[in-house]
């Protein structure tokens, strides 16, 4: 069911690209490169590794494996309409109808059949247990390998030592499980892609941070969470300058995202992955637009080709979400700081104890810095738990209380 | 000329038209009921009739509630945050902190000292410890919901039920009774229940709440019960005005009368210049 969605999507993006004369919109292109790995993952003529999402995946695409991390599945599902009835077969599988919606239909795919057979399994430690313990479950479902990254907490000598021998040992347990022999030259290329698409993303990234910013709601949702996947690839290269190059040209004609972007949005963690209604209705109503997402970001430095694993468990261990909640906040900080946005919404995810645990403390950090919170409680997967008129009204009356505020700033 | 606000809620239809000089000449309570056309229309009859005033004579139409995007011919839709809001506003200066509990609804808004929403709390995932959850305990206990604000008077407080679930409260208090449990005990239990739900409400918009003005609106406010127990939890006594379910249509007549009287343009909830209610101009 997957494999022919996948397939059918990236052959009618193909065909939409050859109808308008070979051009494509960056939002387009990136919408292919997502249909060819989910088409790579269920062709059958690939190996595949599923991965918790701290996963090194620019080091398992230069080992030649088609590697994605599992929550992927539950935002195409939710995507395409699908998960109310995958995560139904988790349910009758024992898992909680309060746990996390994107590991409930993870699960419930494989049950049903719907997950590729891996040859090996990745878990990390970071960001949730709760994913870990899927990866755990899937590797026992599918009696594969399963390898688990312990990601430590500290930006320290020893502790990116620690990470960096682990990861080590990754290339050789991926290896011996998968026949692939270990390249270091095609190592080194797929740094290098991996440092020429970071500069790009830092590029983006700073002329998204503009007023008014260039980037539309939808321009960059998903955007960093996705492309980790094709980190290392040419194609992540093409696709990041594609972004930039669109980027630079709406700023140089002063072509905003939104038209008359009046309210600019901090969205905290991820997006809701089913069709809804809040984009375009922050957009129409209100003028007002999502100029950055929590994990659209550039933490990590460029990381050396030719002794990449020291690098690699840097930008692991330096993911915002992994740590105590300082750092997380501080991170949400600087974000709405460097956007001078006006406002962020945290949907909060049912399920998810990372996302709600510190809801209280990250509302508390952004009004530090003058910056109101939303929280949402949304299920981000699961449709059948969507009532829009509850999320128009509380989305409705935060933009008026924002709007209210600036005027009364402006007045004073 | 007159200025009418219409709170077009889960339970009822609430309607108060203002003068030229923003006093109160009459006001309306309908039940939604199924239809929400014919409620809103009732209620604007009913306000009309009361005054004495003709619709040519209304200048400005402001809705608020779930239905606000319904009510026809109105200048702008503003959502019943903002509308409470401005409602108290104008009945208790002082008041600081809001809770309105309507039909389906629970909510805590807090306001800056000049009125204006600084921050605000709802309720989710679950409509207990509102409206509709007293309407369903009320039916358990075969009373009168008008009745339920008295009914805890001399109970001693030994009674603890369930605030996470309508249904699941409805069966404790259907085993409650069963056991021979006083009602006046139940009821306690009751409002308490809703008060723990409401203060963790508070509390996220508010940690602190000292030197606040808490004030209350919305029909839940009209139980004594209820108010009560929640002044019990929090410490403090909670303002509530005399007519609590008319906040909102308040606050959406004071909207008709500040954005009427500047003659802007009505269009699908916007402004002349495109602008929505409370948007920068």
């Given at each position: 069911?997957?494999?022919?969605?996948?397939?059918?999507?990236?052959?009618?993006?193909?065909?939409?690209?050859?109808?308008?004369?070979?051009?494509?919109?960056?939002?387009?292109?990136?919408?292919?490169?997502?249909?060819?790995?989910?088409?790579?993952?269920?062709?059958?003529?690939?190996?595949?590794?599923?991965?918790?999402?701290?996963?090194?995946?620019?080091?398992?695409?230069?080992?030649?494996?088609?590697?994605?991390?599992?929550?992927?599945?539950?935002?195409?599902?939710?995507?395409?309409?699908?998960?109310?009835?995958?995560?139904?077969?988790?349910?009758?599988?024992?898992?909680?109808?309060?746990?996390?919606?994107?590991?409930?239909?993870?699960?419930?795919?494989?049950?049903?059949?719907?997950?590729?057979?891996?040859?090996?399994?990745?878990?990390?430690?970071?960001?949730?247990?709760?994913?870990?313990?899927?990866?755990?479950?899937?590797?026992?479902?599918?009696?594969?390998?399963?390898?688990?990254?312990?990601?430590?907490?500290?930006?320290?000598?020893?502790?990116?030592?620690?990470?960096?021998?682990?990861?080590?040992?990754?290339?050789?347990?991926?290896?011996?499980?998968?026949?692939?022999?270990?390249?270091?030259?095609?190592?080194?290329?797929?740094?290098?892609?991996?440092?020429?698409?970071?500069?790009?993303?830092?590029?983006?990234?700073?002329?998204?941070?503009?007023?008014?910013?260039?980037?539309?709601?939808?321009?960059?949702?998903?955007?960093?969470?996705?492309?980790?996947?094709?980190?290392?690839?040419?194609?992540?290269?093409?696709?990041?300058?594609?972004?930039?190059?669109?980027?630079?040209?709406?700023?140089?004609?002063?072509?905003?995202?939104?038209?008359?972007?009046?309210?600019?949005?901090?969205?905290?963690?991820?997006?809701?992955?089913?069709?809804?209604?809040?984009?375009?209705?922050?957009?129409?109503?209100?003028?007002?637009?999502?100029?950055?997402?929590?994990?659209?970001?550039?933490?990590?430095?460029?990381?050396?080709?030719?002794?990449?694993?020291?690098?690699?468990?840097?930008?692991?261990?330096?993911?915002?979400?992994?740590?105590?909640?300082?750092?997380?906040?501080?991170?949400?900080?600087?974000?709405?700081?460097?956007?001078?946005?006006?406002?962020?919404?945290?949907?909060?995810?049912?399920?998810?104890?990372?996302?709600?645990?510190?809801?209280?403390?990250?509302?508390?950090?952004?009004?530090?810095?003058?910056?109101?919170?939303?929280?949402?409680?949304?299920?981000?997967?699961?449709?059948?738990?969507?009532?829009?008129?509850?999320?128009?009204?509380?989305?409705?009356?935060?933009?008026?209380?924002?709007?209210?505020n600036r005027s009364s700033r402006r007045d004073s | 000329m007159y200025y009418l606000g219409i709170d077009i809620g889960s339970l009822s239809c609430d309607a108060v038209l203002l003068d030229g000089h923003g006093r109160v000449v009459a006001d309306a309570i309908v039940p939604t009921g199924a239809k929400n056309a014919e409620a809103i229309a009732l209620a604007t009859e009913l306000v009309l009739n009361r005054a004495g005033a003709t619709r040519e004579k209304v200048k400005a139409v402001v809705s608020t509630g779930y239905g606000r995007d319904r009510v026809e011919g109105r200048l702008a839709s503003v959502t019943e945050i903002t509308c409470h809001a401005r409602g108290m506003r104008h009945l208790n200066e002082k008041a600081r902190i809001l809770i309105d509990i309507g039909g389906q609804d629970s909510k805590c808004i807090l306001m800056s000292e000049t009125g204006a929403v600084v921050n605000f709390a709802m309720n989710d995932k679950c409509a207990a410890g509102t409206g509709r959850f007293l309407e369903a305990m009320a039916r358990v206990l075969q009373v009168d919901i008008d009745e339920m604000g008295e009914l805890d008077r001399g109970a001693r407080g030994d009674v603890t039920i369930s605030s996470i679930c309508t249904v699941f409260a409805e069966s404790e208090v259907v085993s409650l009774i069963a056991r021979g449990e006083n009602i006046c005990e139940i009821a306690l239990g009751l409002n308490r229940s809703i008060a723990s739900r409401t203060v963790s409400l508070v509390k996220r918009v508010a940690p602190d709440i000292d030197g606040m003005g808490i004030a209350m609106s919305g029909g839940v406010a009209r139980n004594r019960g209820v108010v009560r127990a929640l002044e019990e939890a929090l410490g403090r006594p909670i303002f509530v005005p005399e007519a609590p379910d008319l906040v909102g249509a308040l606050g959406a007549a004071l909207f008709a009368l500040e954005r009427g009287a500047r003659r802007v343009s009505r269009d699908d909830g916007r402004h002349a210049d495109g602008r929505r209610e409370g948007e920068c101009a």
């Open positions: 069911m997957l494999g022919q969605y996948f397939e059918s999507l990236e052959s009618g993006i193909l065909s939409s690209i050859e109808k308008d004369g070979g051009k494509a919109s960056p939002r387009k292109l990136y919408a292919l490169e997502i249909a060819r790995l989910g088409r790579r993952l269920y062709d059958g003529g690939h190996k595949v590794a599923w991965c918790g999402v701290a996963a090194p995946f620019d080091l398992l695409n230069a080992m030649g494996l088609t590697s994605c991390f599992v929550e992927f599945v539950g935002a195409m599902l939710a995507s395409t309409g699908m998960a109310g009835n995958i995560i139904e077969q988790a349910d009758h599988w024992g898992y909680s109808s309060d746990a996390c919606s994107y590991h409930r239909s993870v699960t419930g795919a494989a049950l049903a059949g719907l997950m590729p057979v891996p040859e090996i399994l990745v878990g990390t430690t970071c960001p949730c247990t709760g994913g870990l313990g899927v990866i755990e479950n899937l590797a026992r479902h599918f009696g594969k390998p399963l390898f688990v990254l312990n990601i430590p907490q500290n930006d320290t000598v020893e502790d990116v030592r620690y990470l960096a021998d682990q990861l080590r040992d990754l290339v050789g347990f991926a290896s011996g499980h998968t026949g692939i022999p270990f390249d270091q030259e095609r190592l080194t290329r797929a740094i290098e892609n991996t440092n020429a698409a970071r500069e790009l993303f830092v590029e983006i990234f700073d002329l998204a941070s503009r007023v008014p910013s260039p980037a539309s709601s939808k321009d960059l949702n998903n955007f960093m969470i996705s492309l980790a996947l094709l980190l290392g690839t040419r194609e992540c290269v093409d696709l990041a300058r594609a972004f930039k190059d669109e980027f630079a040209r709406r700023v140089e004609t002063g072509s905003a995202g939104v038209k008359g972007e009046e309210i600019r949005l901090l969205w905290i963690q991820n997006r809701i992955q089913f069709k809804n209604p809040i984009e375009k209705m922050l957009e129409d109503e209100f003028r007002a637009c999502i100029v950055i997402d929590e994990l659209n970001d550039i933490y990590w430095d460029p990381i050396d080709p030719d002794d990449p694993f020291e690098g690699i468990a840097r930008r692991c261990i330096l993911i915002p979400f992994n740590g105590p909640s300082s750092r997380r906040i501080e991170h949400l900080k600087k974000l709405a700081l460097t956007y001078r946005v006006h406002g962020a919404i945290n949907p909060c995810n049912w399920g998810c104890r990372q996302g709600t645990g510190m809801r209280g403390l990250i509302e508390a950090g952004l009004r530090e810095v003058g910056v109101p919170v939303l929280n949402l409680e949304v299920d981000c997967v699961d449709d059948r738990k969507f009532t829009e008129g509850q999320f128009r009204t509380r989305i409705e009356a935060f933009m008026e209380m924002i709007g209210s | -």
